[in-house]
């Protein structure tokens, strides 16, 4: 079993930043991708930043430039910093691992930026 806790959510104002972390734990010997999605009300899951085991990163063209995402060593821990944020980057950020072929994700963190 994995286990994946976020941290950091909360409300900030646009143009304001937020940290949200993840933190993997239980049997695993390795992770290959971990990420970062987010799901606002009446939309559909939507990928935000993705880092792999060899640091390779990838990110939705709506956050380029604003948020980074970091970690997935040793300590199974993944960081998204965000920047510059909008209005409409509210909604619900899910970490997710992918550990050999099976998909993980968090509970779910708020994230509401205001206008």
């Known amino acids: 079993q994995v286990q994946l806790v976020e ?13 949200l972390s993840c933190a ?3 049997r695993i010997f390795s992770i290959n991708v971990m990420g970062w999605y987010r799901q606002a009300p009446g939309k559909q899951r939507e990928l935000v ?13 709506s956050v380029k430039g604003r948020f ?7 300590k199974k821990t993944v960081y998204l910093e ?3 944020l909008k209005p409409e980057d509210t ?12 998909n993980y994700w968090g ?7 205001s206008s």
């Not at 930043?49 to 063209?61: I, K, L, P």
């Not at 980074?68 to 060593?73: C, H």
């Not at 909604?91 to 099976?102: D, F, G, H, P, R």
């Not at 509970?107 to 509401?112: M, N």
């Open 7 to 19: 941290s950091g959510g909360g409300l900030v104002q646009a143009g304001g930043s937020l940290r």
């Open 24 to 26: 993997a734990s239980g």
């Open 49 to 61: 930043a993705t880092v792999t085991s060899w640091g390779s990163t990838n990110y939705a063209d």
């Open 68 to 74: 980074t995402i970091s970690g997935l060593n040793a």
């Open 82 to 84: 965000m920047n510059s």
């Open 91 to 102: 909604a619900v950020y899910y970490c997710n691992a992918v550990v050999v072929s099976n």
């Open 107 to 113: 509970q779910g963190t708020q994230v509401t930026v």
